[in-house]
């Protein structure tokens, strides 16, 4: 049997030598403010929006909907997501309410949450907006995609389209 040298010696951790390794690897991480937004992260909304967004997440209070906004800024323009989640006892009943905001054109999309709605999208001079409400058990959930660049390359009318439906899958699967 072949006796190893290291037997029966204890190892001592040598702070004076971990610790400036620790500080280093600490001061190379990348510092970002914390998304806590429960429904989607920053990386799915950019790539959602075409680029790098920044998000805000508030917290649901005295009635008022959890809502997380996710913005990208840039010399033309902006871009933005926002997804609203309020829990009502009569979700159904509230989704109805909601549906008949989305205007004439609104259609179902299926397959996302117990129901959804694709709501008209709006053009103005302050650019294009698409929308979509739904539900999954009892939150109401919105979300809206705009942006403010005009003629926009990036979010064009189908592709906001598009989005909307992506990002809402997004959120209803996070909500079941």
Not at 4 to 31: H, K, M, N, T
Not at 113 to 129: D, F, M, P, V
Not at 138 to 162: C, E, G, P, W
Request: proline share 3%.
């Amino acid at each position: 049997m072949v006796s190893s040298p290291l037997r029966g010696r204890r190892f001592r951790l040598d702070w004076a030598v971990l610790l400036p390794v620790l500080c280093f690897w600490g001061a190379a991480a990348p510092v970002r403010a914390a998304n806590n937004c429960p429904w989607m992260t920053e990386a799915t909304a950019s790539s959602l929006l075409g680029g790098d967004a920044t998000g805000v997440y508030v917290a649901a209070a005295n009635g008022k909907a959890a809502a997380c906004t996710f913005t990208q800024r840039t010399a033309r323009g902006d871009r933005a997501l926002q997804v609203t989640v309020q829990v009502f006892p009569d979700a159904q009943a509230r989704l109805t309410q909601a549906e008949q905001t989305c205007g004439t054109d609104a259609a179902p999309l299926h397959a996302i949450g117990n129901e959804a709605i694709y709501c008209t999208g709006e053009k103005s001079r302050a650019g294009l907006s698409e929308r979509a409400v739904g539900r999954v058990r009892d939150q109401l959930f919105t979300v809206a995609i705009s942006t403010s660049i005009a003629d926009d390359a990036v979010l064009t009318h189908d592709v906001l389209k598009a989005r909307i439906y992506t990002a809402s899958e997004q959120v209803a699967g996070n909500l079941f």
